[in-house]
Structures are given as structure tokens and as C-alpha cells.
């Protein structure tokens, strides 16, 4: 843990995570004590990869330091205790999102990779010419072009559900989509653009009735609310580690037993395979058999490491954080003269906000926000063209909050958008 004071000032120290303050919380982050540029750091970037508490570094050097080895191969100690490790991290995953088994969790190197995973396998196996892939316009490039590539090798169709100026799916059109008789419907449970959180369950169910399986890009979701794959229903669902505390290069995909017994192997190699003869190999049980090569082991402990931490705060104080600091941060942004906001109101985002400040250029803002101030914002298109296209921009600048942001952080956001107007002389 850090011991050193923050150096951002909360004065609003109160207890929001099961008993632990946020400044308590933020003294976990290492990161969160540096400057830059001479100025606090001020870490507003949450969307694209979260900061990692000191609990997940640990537990990762840990690993390299008292029993590196590979698993599932060795029948020495340390080879057994890095196996263990490896899956009691699986287990740890299915409890959190309520997997029936861990054996429905495989590990894959993010929620890109899970994504591709399902439509090489199942899509190949179970998409042809003229079926129905229903998408939407609010997805990430990671749920777009995996499916636009299926679409090119078998001549099946994509259809979108539009996006409501508001920032909202527009739900009359998916259902008369529904009726078209969908094999697939693919979609965002929370957009990393605009912060709407989809109402995915209602949406499944729906599918369902359809005749069409589901798979749910939990990116967003996973990380800053509860999530239970079995409430949902869903067939597939796909998240990553580095944006829930843990490390780079892990992510999940967890599917209904019975679809992945039934899909081939998406990679060939060690781990994967039961038995292999010259011409022929049988393949693993799950969840192995989609895991070729060796794993991510690190990761997968680090990764366990993040979801005890999660645990610990509990997932309804971190969705409770997130509303009171995007609420806060909507009232205070809607204060800057000449700001644009993107997406709906607090009760229907999570912790995103996209906006545009007059005419200025996203990455000269975001530029001036990290020299000026030492805030670090994203700028771009966030690997969502279609949608910034259904807006008619070329890019936003994106604030995005996570279980160690604090209002005052926001206060110097807005200061430095204030700066920014003050440099563009509007």
C-alpha cells in the first residue's frame, strides 16, 4: 500500500466501499501518488485501461519470484502451485460473473480476441449464406469487424439497431429486426463512447424468442457493475482484465456449456489437444481446448487478484461510486460554455462522458488537459467510427471515472477546459 498522502486533496472522504473511505481506496493505487508535467496526476481514462492496485502488482511478482513454471505439464511442486493458481483465478471469474462452472470461462489474451474466437468457431460452423446478424451502431470496431469478416466469408447479412440522438438504442427497430429471424445478435452492454448501459437482459430475451443466440461485449459492463451471465441468459460473453484492475493481455470469454462443447478448436497446438497421431488429434475438455499454447499464467493470477479486490468493495458501492461521480461530472461540465455532451442522462450511463468544447480539436484539447493540468483524457474516434459517424464527428475528447475518482478531479477537468478556452481565446 502507499502511505504517502494523496497528492490531489479529497475533502469529501467519506466511506463508500464495504467500510474502506475513497482515500483509502486511492492510497491502493501507486500510479495515483506521481505527477506529471510537474502537476498531480489526474487519471480520467478509466474506459480504455484501468489503474492496477498494489494487491494485483504483488500478486504477479509474487508468481515470477516464488513459483514461476508452466502448468498443466509439470509434476513438480512449483508447476502444480502455478496450476493452481492459474485455476482458482478461473474459478474465482466464474463466481464473479456467476458462471455455472469454470469450466465455461476460457482465457483469451482480451475481449477482442474472445469476440473472434466466436465468430471463427461457432460463426463458421453455424452462419451461411443469407442469415441475419444483427448488430448495432453503437459497437466497438472489436464487435464490428469480427462479424463483417464472417459476413465476407459466408454471405450472411448484418443489420444495425440505430442509435436515438439521446444515445439510446433504438428498441422499436430491434424488435421489427427480431422478426427477420436473426441466427445472431451481437451487442454492447454498455458503450465505451457514450456511457449507455443497454438494457441487455430485456434484449436476450427477446433474441431468444427470436430464435437467435446472443453474445454480449462486456468490455464496460463487467468491470464498474454487477454482472450474472445466468440472470442474463446470455450465450456468450466477453470482457478483459486491464480494464477491471488487472493486467494487459488476459480476457474472458464465457459461453453456455453446451455451445462450447459443441464449437471446433480455434487454435491448434499444446494444451488444446487429449491425444495427437500423425494425421488426427482429439481434442481437450473444456475450457482447455480453446486455450492452445502456454497461458497467460501472470495475468491469470493477477487477474484473480482483481476480482478479490472488486469483491472486497462490492460491485453495487462501485456502480453507486460511478453514478454519484458521473452525475457530478455532468453538472459540472454542463457548466463550460461551448461544451457539447454525447449520450444520455446519469441514470442511463455508466461512467463515460464524450464531449466536444467549440472548435476545438479533440487531441489539441486532450493536449492541453495533460500539459496544463495533468489530466488525461482520451481523444478519438475510440475505435468506433460508425458511431461517430451517426453524430457527424470526426472525433470526441472522453472523461471516463472508475472506483478511484473523486470529484475534485472533475473540478480540475473543468479547470482545464476553462484553460483551453482561455489559450483558443473563444
Same mark, same amino acid.
Given at each position: 500500500?502507499?502511505?504517502?498522502?494523496?497528492?490531489?486533496?479529497?475533502?469529501?472522504?467519506?466511506?463508500?466501499?464495504?467500510?474502506? =473511505?475513497? %482515500?483509502?481506496? /486511492?492510497? &491502493?493505487?501507486? $500510479? *495515483?501518488?506521481?505527477?506529471? #508535467?510537474?502537476?498531480?496526476? @489526474?487519471?480520467?481514462?478509466?474506459?480504455?485501461?484501468?489503474?492496477?492496485?498494489?494487491?494485483?502488482?504483488?500478486?504477479?511478482?509474487?508468481?515470477?519470484?516464488?513459483?514461476?513454471?508452466?502448468?498443466?505439464?509439470?509434476?513438480?511442486?512449483?508447476?502444480?502451485?502455478?496450476?493452481?493458481?492459474?485455476?482458482?483465478?478461473?474459478?474465482?471469474?466464474?463466481?464473479?460473473?456467476?458462471?455455472?462452472?469454470?469450466?465455461?470461462?476460457?482465457?483469451?489474451?482480451?475481449?477482442?480476441?474472445?469476440?473472434?474466437?466466436?465468430?471463427?468457431?461457432?460463426? =463458421?460452423? %453455424?452462419?451461411? /449464406?443469407? &442469415?441475419?446478424? $444483427? *448488430?448495432?451502431?453503437?459497437? #466497438?470496431?472489436?464487435?464490428? @469487424?469480427?462479424?463483417?469478416?464472417?459476413?465476407?466469408?459466408?454471405?450472411?447479412?448484418?443489420?444495425?439497431?440505430?442509435?436515438?440522438?439521446?444515445?439510446?438504442?433504438?428498441?422499436?427497430?430491434?424488435?421489427?429486426?427480431?422478426?427477420?429471424?436473426?441466427?445472431?445478435?451481437?451487442?454492447?452492454?454498455?458503450?465505451?463512447?457514450?456511457?449507455?448501459?443497454?438494457?441487455?437482459?430485456?434484449?436476450?430475451?427477446?433474441?431468444?424468442?427470436?430464435?437467435?443466440?446472443?453474445?454480449?461485449?462486456?468490455?464496460?459492463?463487467?468491470?464498474?457493475?454487477?454482472?450474472?451471465?445466468?440472470?442474463?441468459?446470455?450465450?456468450?460473453?466477453?470482457?478483459?482484465?486491464?480494464?477491471?484492475?488487472?493486467?494487459?493481455?488476459?480476457?474472458?470469454?464465457?459461453?453456455?456449456?453446451?455451445?462450447?462443447?459443441?464449437?471446433?478448436?480455434?487454435?491448434?497446438?499444446?494444451?488444446?489437444?487429449?491425444?495427437?497421431?500423425?494425421?488426427?488429434?482429439?481434442?481437450?475438455?473444456?475450457?482447455?481446448?480453446?486455450?492452445?499454447?502456454?497461458?497467460?499464467?501472470?495475468?491469470?493470477?493477477?487477474?484473480?487478484?482483481?476480482?478479490?479486490?472488486?469483491?472486497?468493495?462490492?460491485?453495487?458501492?462501485?456502480?453507486?461510486?460511478?453514478?454519484?461521480?458521473?452525475?457530478?461530472?455532468?453538472?459540472?461540465?454542463?457548466?463550460?460554455?461551448?461544451?457539447?455532451?454525447?449520450?444520455?442522462?446519469?441514470?442511463?450511463?455508466?461512467?463515460?462522458?464524450?464531449?466536444?468544447?467549440?472548435?476545438?480539436?479533440?487531441?489539441?484539447?486532450?493536449?492541453?488537459?495533460?500539459?496544463?493540468?495533468?489530466?488525461?483524457?482520451?481523444?478519438?474516434?475510440?475505435?468506433?467510427?460508425?458511431?461517430?459517424?451517426?453524430?457527424?464527428?470526426?472525433?470526441?475528447?472522453?472523461?471516463?471515472?472508475?472506483?478511484?475518482?473523486?470529484?475534485?478531479?472533475?473540478?480540475?477537468?473543468?479547470?482545464?477546459?476553462?484553460?483551453?478556452?482561455?489559450?483558443?481565446?473563444?
Amino acid at each position: 500500500m502507499v502511505t504517502s498522502n494523496n497528492v490531489i486533496p479529497v475533502t469529501a472522504d467519506v466511506t463508500s466501499f464495504s467500510g474502506r =473511505s475513497i %482515500n483509502e481506496v /486511492r492510497q &491502493d493505487f501507486p $500510479i *495515483l501518488a506521481r505527477q506529471v #508535467h510537474g502537476k498531480p496526476f @489526474v487519471y480520467l481514462d478509466s474506459t480504455a485501461s484501468s489503474q492496477k492496485p498494489q494487491s494485483v502488482i504483488d500478486a504477479m511478482s509474487d508468481y515470477y519470484q516464488n513459483y514461476n513454471a508452466n502448468v498443466h505439464r509439470g509434476v513438480y511442486e512449483v508447476s502444480e502451485e502455478a496450476t493452481a493458481a492459474m485455476e482458482k483465478a478461473r474459478v474465482k471469474i466464474a463466481r464473479f460473473i456467476n458462471a455455472r462452472q469454470s469450466k465455461q470461462i476460457i482465457f483469451t489474451r482480451n475481449t477482442t480476441e474472445s469476440i473472434n474466437l466466436v465468430a471463427h468457431t461457432w460463426g =463458421s460452423a %453455424n452462419i451461411g /449464406r443469407g &442469415d441475419l446478424i $444483427i *448488430l448495432t451502431e453503437m459497437e #466497438h470496431h472489436s464487435n464490428l @469487424v469480427p462479424w463483417q469478416l464472417l459476413a465476407q466469408r459466408t454471405g450472411a447479412r448484418l443489420e444495425f439497431v440505430p442509435v436515438s440522438d439521446d444515445g439510446l438504442l433504438r428498441l422499436d427497430i430491434y424488435a421489427e429486426l427480431l422478426k427477420q429471424q436473426p441466427r445472431l445478435v451481437a451487442c454492447t452492454q454498455m458503450s465505451n463512447v457514450l456511457g449507455t448501459i443497454n438494457p441487455v437482459q430485456e434484449m436476450i430475451a427477446q433474441a431468444h424468442a427470436a430464435g437467435a443466440l446472443v453474445l454480449v461485449d462486456a468490455a464496460q459492463s463487467v468491470p464498474h457493475l454487477p454482472v450474472d451471465v445466468q440472470a442474463l441468459d446470455a450465450d456468450f460473453l466477453c470482457f478483459s482484465a486491464h480494464k477491471m484492475l488487472g493486467p494487459t493481455s488476459i480476457g474472458v470469454l464465457y459461453g453456455k456449456k453446451a455451445l462450447l462443447e459443441a464449437m471446433p478448436p480455434f487454435m491448434g497446438g499444446g494444451d488444446m489437444i487429449r491425444t495427437v497421431h500423425l494425421r488426427e488429434f482429439t481434442a481437450n475438455d473444456l475450457p482447455w481446448k480453446f486455450e492452445a499454447g502456454t497461458p497467460a499464467i501472470a495475468e491469470a493470477v493477477g487477474f484473480g487478484a482483481a476480482i478479490d479486490y472488486l469483491k472486497a468493495l462490492d460491485m453495487e458501492a462501485v456502480r453507486q461510486h460511478e453514478r454519484e461521480i458521473t452525475a457530478y461530472a455532468l453538472e459540472k461540465l454542463q457548466e463550460v460554455p461551448d461544451i457539447k455532451i454525447y449520450g444520455p442522462s446519469a441514470d442511463q450511463r455508466g461512467g463515460v462522458i464524450s464531449f466536444t468544447l467549440a472548435d476545438i480539436h479533440p487531441h489539441d484539447l486532450a493536449s492541453i488537459l495533460d500539459q496544463e493540468v495533468g489530466v488525461a483524457i482520451r481523444a478519438g474516434h475510440h475505435c468506433a467510427q460508425p458511431l461517430m459517424e451517426r453524430y457527424d464527428l470526426a472525433a470526441t475528447a472522453r472523461a471516463s471515472f472508475y472506483i478511484y475518482t473523486v470529484r475534485e478531479e472533475i473540478d480540475i477537468l473543468v479547470q482545464g477546459l476553462q484553460k483551453a478556452q482561455e489559450i483558443f481565446r473563444f
